[in-house]
């Protein structure tokens, strides 16, 4: 809901069920819970991690610098 309220397109890829693109994401974030976010290739984490980085002020960076 926070990158629909924000207007950012994203494109959600779903894992469960799919044990190649479950590892691919774990390799690629260093995470093995879901979601994992990416910002461009960069991976930040889950949902609570998002939410930090908004009351940080940092995440409206992040999405720009994309």
């Known amino acids: 809901m926070l990158l629909d309220k924000k207007q950012v397109e994203y ?5 469960d069920g799919d044990l190649a693109k ?10 093995q819970t879901v979601p994992q976010i990416f910002i461009g290739d960069t991976p930040i984490g889950g949902c609570d991690e998002m939410f ?8 409206d960076e992040l999405l720009n610098a994309k």
């Open 22 to 31: 479950r590892q691919e994401m774990a390799k690629l974030s260093g995470g």
């Open 11 to 15: 494109t959600e890829e779903k894992v």
């Open 52 to 59: 930090a980085l908004e009351r940080q002020g940092k995440l």
